[in-house]
């Protein structure tokens, strides 16, 4: 299947390591040309940083066809911890508030950006990374499980938006997959996530990083607005 990727203009956001880095060498070996942005260079949550950013791109290659929006971090906390009949901690506003800026913001801010230079070269497209949580919520991730599923509502919102300047948008949510930071947990966590999957099994960076490129590509030319499991099946909770 020719998936029409060679030469295309591709910036991956949070593309240092991980999903990331899996997503960025992925869309290398199909050709296309690969723009990074990752910390320190890049914050995605700065409207101005992004904006230079767009423009060095622009400036280098003279178009931007695909955009992956996948930088994203993880602090985990219960709203509230109840123990022997008081609060024994709780999510603060800190906790809370770097997660949104980071995971909902950046998303917002990235495409700003480079939407507007997509509608004069005629089309490309936008893909948002969420998670299973968004769907299903999640243990101990008010933060990140709310950025997820907003996510989802950018996707759809989105796609009704930019349709009629040939510009698609989706988001993929994974489940379990093994970064470097899961790697680090114990064996007895991984293995846990391993049961919960009906496959029985965790996934990979490429799992994602493939799933990006499928929907980047011709061959997803009709899908949009949607919103693309990669989990092996898995239902939080079950």
Not at 6 to 33: H, L, P, Q, S, W
Not at 84 to 100: H, L, P, R
Not at 174 to 198: C, D, H, N, Q, Y
Request: aromatic fraction near 6%.
């Amino acid at each position: 299947m020719d998936l029409n990727l060679k030469d295309k203009v591709v910036i991956v956001t949070g593309g240092a390591a991980g999903i990331g880095r899996a997503t960025a060498e992925r869309f290398r070996n199909e050709g296309a040309k690969v723009v990074v942005w990752d910390l320190p260079d890049v914050d995605v949550t700065t409207a101005e940083v992004v904006e230079g950013a767009t423009a060095d791109a622009l400036k280098k290659h003279g178009h931007i066809d695909v955009l992956v929006n996948n930088a994203g971090i993880v602090r985990d906390s219960q709203l509230v911890k109840w123990k022997d009949g008081a609060v024994a901690s709780s999510m603060d506003d800190a906790t809370f508030d770097s997660v949104i800026n980071v995971n909902l913001k950046g998303v917002f801010v990235c495409p700003r950006a480079v939407t507007p230079h997509m509608i004069r070269n005629g089309g490309g497209v936008i893909l948002n990374a969420s998670s299973i949580v968004g769907l299903y919520g999640n243990f101990g991730q008010t933060n990140y499980a709310a950025t997820k599923a907003g996510v989802i509502s950018f996707t759809k919102t989105w796609s009704r938006e930019l349709g009629k300047y040939n510009i698609r948008v989706n988001a993929v949510a994974p489940g379990f997959i093994v970064t470097e930071m899961v790697k680090a947990m114990s064996a007895k966590v991984l293995e846990s996530m391993a049961t919960r999957t009906p496959l029985g099994k965790t996934g990979q960076p490429a799992d994602i990083a493939n799933a990006y490129v499928f929907l980047a590509s011709d061959a997803a030319s009709f899908i949009s607005g949607a919103v693309l499991s990669v989990d092996g099946g898995l239902v939080l909770g079950t």
